[in-house]
Nanobody, 122 residues
Framework: QVQLVESGGGSVQTGGSLKLSCETS????????MGWFRQAPRKERESVAA???????TYADSVKGRFTISKDNAKNTLYLQMNSLKPEDTAIYYC????????????????RGQGTQVTVSS
C-alpha cells in the first residue's frame, strides 16, 4: 500500500511562501514519477509540478519560476517550494506517485495523499 502524507499547508498573504512536504516510503520515493496537483473550489484538478526520475522536472505554466519541486531520498520526502504566492494558488494540494513511465499528467497518477490546504489572501 502506497502512503503519501502531505504537510506544510497554511494561510499566507500574497507574495508569501510555503513549503509543502510529502512523506512516503523508501520504495515510493524512488518511483519513476512523483508530483503535485491541486484542486480549487469549482475548478478542475490541475497538475502543478512533476519530478520524473531524480532530475527531470516539469511545471504548469501558471507556477513556472515560482514553484520548485524536489525530493530527498534519504528522508523519503517530496517537496514543493512555493514562492510569490497569489490568491489564484489557493487550493488543496495533493502529492501523487506513479510507478511506471511514461509518466502521465500528475492528475492521473496511481496514488495520491489526502491533501493539504493552501490559502493565499490578497
Amino acid at each position: 500500500q502506497v502512503q503519501l502524507v502531505e504537510s506544510g499547508g497554511g494561510s499566507v498573504q500574497t507574495g508569501g511562501s510555503l513549503k509543502l512536504s510529502c512523506e512516503t516510503s523508501e520504495s515510493t520515493i524512488t518511483r519513476n514519477c512523483m508530483g503535485w496537483f491541486r484542486q480549487a473550489p469549482r475548478k478542475e484538478r490541475e497538475s502543478v509540478a512533476a519530478l520524473i526520475g531524480d532530475a527531470i522536472t516539469t511545471y504548469a505554466d501558471s507556477v513556472k519560476g515560482r514553484f520548485t519541486i524536489s525530493k530527498d531520498n534519504a528522508k523519503n520526502t517530496l517537496y514543493l517550494q512555493m514562492n510569490s504566492l497569489k490568491p489564484e494558488d489557493t487550493a488543496i494540494y495533493y502529492c501523487a506517485a506513479h510507478g511506471v513511465r511514461p509518466c502521465p499528467g500528475v492528475v492521473k497518477y496511481n496514488y495520491r495523499g489526502q491533501g493539504t490546504q493552501v490559502t493565499v489572501s490578497s
